[in-house]
């Protein structure tokens, strides 16, 4: 049992929060809003569950095309500010939400990139997707504004890299 919570915290932890609210929807509002609150839940789940599955394979998958050691080479410890600013393209052209990136984030620590390449992935990812850019923000904000922060936020990703490959932590990958 103990094994199993160490494992699988998260799910323990949301599991009690969705019961709690679960029974407080029940409480306050009756059964058919319980009801609608699943449905809804069941809705998202639809909706999800394949580009969840996608880019699990989209990851699986790359990890099989590259040779051995590639990624290492290219994003471990060694490569340098080369490794950070090729993560950093690469988390750029990334498209999809969390659930389609994260998954790529487990196998790129798991090949052999070092926290650094991966940190500077994810940042870059967040800050500078251009599927983001071309669909939300240049639409919205206008061309001028949308390039502005866009070059104001692609060294974030190198130097969140370079700060995450200094601090003293000591983290690894479940090896699954």
Known sequence: M???????ATLVVLSCLSLSAGL???ALRGEAAVWRALWAALDLAIFIFPVLGAGLLLAATMRQLLPEGALSRWLGAESGLRGLLLASLVGIF?????VAAFPLVLVLLRAGADRGAVIAFVLSWALNGFQRILIWEIPMLGLEFSLLRFLACLPLAVV?????RRMPASWQPDPR
């Open 2 to 8: 103990r094994r199993f919570l160490a494992r699988h």
């Open 24 to 26: 407080a929807v029940l």
């Open 94 to 98: 990334t498209p999809g939400g969390p």
């Open 160 to 164: 969140g890299g370079l700060i995450a």
